[in-house]
């Protein structure tokens, strides 16, 4: 977690919203991001999207089994159901996102029933930190 708040400060460096991701398969991290939409123009370039194509190009496979994504801010709906598809085994987040999340805050997307693989979740971990630069940067944001 520590890696994905280094990497949040990247994001945030460039006026990106504060979010970073780190993808570990075993001992190796095979994937790590940061938000990034406006810098590419591209509104799937959130910190996650990121990790979890730059793990899929090194493994050639878009599925990554047993794979832990550690993430400073719980996912969007878009980011969660990219983990479902990538068959991630663990996530572990910071801070909740009670706006947008899609893990805890507004849905359960990634351990629902309702989907044919499910993520083990795990929240909480540095969440002072996380949200601290969250909090933070929109302060500064609004002036």
């Not at 598809?85 to 996102?97: G, P, S, T």
């Amino acid at each position: 977690m520590q890696r994905a708040l280094l990497l949040a400060s990247h994001a945030q460096e460039r006026r990106e919203i504060p979010v970073g991701a780190v993808l570990v398969q075993g001992e190796n991290v095979v994937g790590e991001g940061f938000n990034q939409p406006i810098a590419t123009s591209d509104p799937t370039a959130h910190a996650e999207i990121v990790a979890l194509r730059q793990a899929a190009l090194r493994n050639q496979n878009y599925r990554l089994p047993g794979a832990t994504l550690y993430v400073t801010l719980e996912p969007c709906a878009m980011c969660a159901g990219a983990m479902v598809n990538a068959r991630i085994e663990r996530l572990v987040f910071a801070a909740r996102d009670l706006r947008f999340g899609a893990v805890r805050s507004k849905f359960r997307l990634v351990d629902s029933e309702l989907m044919n693989h499910r993520v083990t979740v795990e929240e909480g971990l540095m969440a002072a930190d996380a949200g601290e630069m969250l909090t933070r940067f929109f302060a500064e944001r609004r002036g």
